[in-house]
């Protein structure tokens, strides 16, 4: 047996009984390890106060002054009780006064007349003046009046309604003091702490929560952000290589297969990163341990086919092969291409199929009873080569006779949504290939992919033309309108056609019926006007004058399959000018003649996303142009993300974009935005440098020590941590 390790002992062995229920009630922590690293939020530095009659409206800043007066009322509009308090810099003189006010806050009810407290917020000019609402605050000990006295900064902490900072300092203060940190081992390997010059974790603990400089503090913070990025790295090796150790099937290449059919059928030549890709990947699938890739490219740089290429190489070692999508309209999209690709190739099941055809099938939840049965019975039996699905094709009840390979669709996201479901329907792990036209900036890469090896392919096909993005906003000029869709005419009068794209199908009921944008991505989507639906601006085009001999036509996820078929083949054959649709053009389509794509209230939409719609203009000889559209102010927020894609067709420089304006718990999933063992200094936005130095020393350490045995205190964290690191890793 052995003793509790330091960090996991209870707080109530340790703090009064009252305390520890307190501490464990408002903040969910329990033991001590997690105690200590509840960080300061911030530090207040005395030498740096401002007196009160310097504060400036909107500057961050920290006073301390005397409460002069305290007034407590109850709310009726909004139900609650509102404190508010005035603070003088001296109370005796008609000195400058700050208003402080509090909503709700019953910890607040300390702070009578007279007491002296250390101030520090952004100030706001209300009706009462200069106004702190819900400042971090301290209590001053009366003999501190002197500034003099303490000059150590002070740390303040994450306060709740009924629990003061200095509160939680004093708990803090009081296990430091009765010698907690004893004992308590460090996680870090010495040779990184060497590496990186780290200090040591006890006096780390005692300069994070008790600094005598703030430059302590800063190298205590920079500490324990270190170790963040070393655990989850450490996590990431360690399921790398568990993932390497499972055992797989090889299946190595042949030359005399559906592949090298398939290549000499080929209509054009493979770009060098397609054939780069493609070769990282076949050496995989010949491997004995799983592969775990990523596809990277953006839309049209060829995805598809280099998949497909590792199909074939798959069906031709006898296994077979799962294709999932994010939606049923994806899925059939990608159905309907990878049987145009293959031609001949993929009509194997039927009586005039060409030597070496293969069999591919389509399911989802809509695929009729009669030929899912079908489906499922050719899987089962080993004569379907490849099926084509949507995720929810997991669910179903399907069982392979030999799947060898899953690719997966994860289109604009960066989640890596049930993959581990379909691998355990395999008898042994499937290789897995995963595909994303959204360029992974690093920091994900490092971190939500952290375990994946990565393949990207940076260049388009030759042919390919630049696609021109313009911004135009309606709310400045409403005239532009018009002239929107008689620009529409003029390409339709050139022989092209057009993509107008909306982010409803219907009135406001359909809001989430599939057409929308992800709500997730169009921030601030319940402000501003009613967005416009493809229904009732199809009415619209219909009725316009410059569009009276065009050929409208829509489509949107809510329409029966075979009519979505019959639509979207009409336009691929250029029988329809111009295509209102939702979303549910965002990729799979190939229609070289499509030239103009005019995306309304462009603002609802997420910046990988229109990058990935107007992508499907351009794709011919001609060129393309996209205009966002959009009825919101110039200089609203949600425009700078139009004028950024306006701005540049680096898909990269896009994502990266998009990651640093996300906020960070939106990248890292819920789970992780609070809780006991989030993140908690770590940025994955901005702290690139220090995750790729703990990434390289972590993977070491695993390659060295694959079980951690000279590493007992980092194993045992790793164990703890697995669980929650899994929420990381895998965002909701
Ligand atoms: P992605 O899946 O990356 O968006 P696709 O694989 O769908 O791209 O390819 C887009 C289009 O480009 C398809 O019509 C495909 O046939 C074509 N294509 C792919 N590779 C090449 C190539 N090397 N040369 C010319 N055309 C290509
Ligand atoms: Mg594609």
Redo the contacts with the bound molecule.
């Keep these: 047996m052995t003793a509790v390790p330091v960090r996991e002992q209870p707080l109530s062995a340790l703090l009064a009984a009252a305390d520890a229920t307190r501490i464990e009630r408002e903040l969910g922590i329990t033991t001590l390890g997690d105690l200590l690293d509840y960080y300061p939020r911030r530090y207040i530095e005395r030498g740096a106060l401002a007196p009160i009659a310097e504060l400036v409206p909107g500057v961050d800043a920290s006073v301390i002054g005397t409460v002069v007066d305290f007034r407590k009322r109850r709310m009726h509009q909004r139900r609650g009780t509102l404190y508010e308090l005035k603070v003088a810099d001296d109370p005796d003189a008609a000195g400058a006064r700050v208003s402080v006010v509090f909503f709700n806050n019953r910890a607040v009810e300390r702070l009578v007349t007279g007491t002296r407290l250390l101030l520090s917020g952004v100030p706001t000019v209300r009706q009462d003046g200069l106004t702190l609402s819900h400042p971090d605050y301290e209590i001053l000990a009366p003999e501190s009046d002197d500034p003099g006295v303490d000059l150590r900064p002070t740390p303040i902490y994450g306060a709740t309604k009924t629990m003061a900072s200095d509160w939680i300092r004093k708990q803090i203060g009081r296990l430091l003091d009765d010698g907690v940190l004893e004992g308590l081992a460090d996680p870090l390997p010495p040779e990184s702490q060497a590496a990186e010059r780290l200090l040591p974790l006890r006096q780390a603990y005692r300069s994070i929560h008790r600094p005598d400089t703030l430059q302590e503090a800063y190298r205590a913070q920079h500490r324990f952000k270190y170790q963040e990025a070393f655990l989850l790295q450490t996590v990431l090796a360690t399921r790398r290589a568990a993932h390497e150790a499972l055992p797989a099937v090889p299946r190595p290449p042949r030359s005399d297969g559906v592949l090298s059919a398939f290549d000499a059928a080929l209509p054009?030549?493979?770009?060098a990163g397609?054939l780069a890709a493609g070769a990282e990947i076949s050496a995989d699938l010949a491997s004995t341990s799983p592969m775990n890739r990523l596809l990277q490219?953006?839309?049209?740089?060829?995805?598809?086919?280099?998949a497909l290429r590792a199909i074939l190489q798959t069906v031709d070692a006898g296994a077979q092969a799962a294709f999932l999508a994010p939606t049923e309209v994806l899925a059939e999209q990608h159905f309907r291409?990878i049987r145009a690709?293959l031609g001949p190739l993929g009509e194997g099941g039927t009586l005039t199929a060409a030597e070496h055809a293969i069999r591919v099938d389509l399911l989802t939840g809509s695929t009729p009873q009669a030929s899912k049965k079908r489906t499922l019975l050719g899987l089962a039996s080993g004569e379907v080569d490849l099926v084509v699905g949507t995720h929810a094709l997991l669910s179903e009840n399907v069982g392979f006779v030999e799947l060898g390979m899953v690719v997966v669709d994860e289109q604009h996201r960066f989640g890596v949504e049930q993959r581990d479901v379909l691998r355990q329907r395999a008898a042994t792990t499937p290789h897995t290939l995963i595909?994303t036209?959204t360029p992974i900036p690093r920091t994900i890469a490092m971190t939500s992919f952290g375990d994946l090896a990565v393949s990207t392919?940076t260049e388009l096909?030759?042919?390919r033309q630049p696609i021109r993005t313009h911004v135009s906003s309606l709310e400045a000029h409403p005239a532009w309108e018009t002239r929107l869709w008689e620009r529409a005419r003029e390409e339709i009068a050139a022989g092209r056609q057009v993509f107008v794209v909306c982010p409803l199908i219907g009135g406001a009921a359909d809001r989430n019926g599939g057409g929308k944008a992800r709500a997730g991505s169009s921030a601030g989507a319940d402000e501003g006007p009613q967005p416009t639906s493809a229904e009732a601006l199809t009415e619209q085009l219909v009725n316009e004058p410059s569009l009276r001999e065009a050929v409208i036509s829509i489509l949107h996820g809510g329409l029966p399959s075979d009519v979505k078929d019959q639509t979207m083949t009409a336009f691929a054959r250029g029988e329809i000018d111009l295509l209102v649709s939702t979303t549910v053009v965002e990729?799979?389509v190939?229609v070289p003649n499509a030239t103009l794509m005019i995306i309304m209230d462009a603002d609802r939409f997420g910046v990988a996303q229109l990058h990935q719609l107007r992508?499907r203009v351009g794709?011919g000889a001609h060129g393309g142009t996209c205009i966002l559209v959009t009825r919101l102010a110039e200089d609203h927020p949600s425009t700078g993300r139009l004028f950024k894609v306006a701005s540049t067709t680096d898909g990269l420089e896009l994502s990266e974009y998009d990651v640093d304006t996300r906020k960070e718990g939106d990248i890292l999933g819920a789970s992780q935005s609070g809780g006991a063992s989030s993140l908690k200094l770590l940025r994955v936005t901005r702290d690139q440098k220090v995750i790729a130095r703990a990434r390289d020393a972590a993977f070491d350490v695993i390659r060295r020590d694959p079980g951690l045995e000279g590493y007992p205190t980092l194993r045992h964290i790793i164990s703890t941590m697995d669980e929650d690191s899994k929420a990381f890793l895998e965002r909701a």
Excluded: C, H, I, N
């Design positions: 054009f030549t493979l770009t397609q490219g953006e839309v049209g740089s060829g995805k598809t086919v280099v291409s690709a595909m036209a392919l096909p030759r042919g990729v799979g190939d992508g794709r």
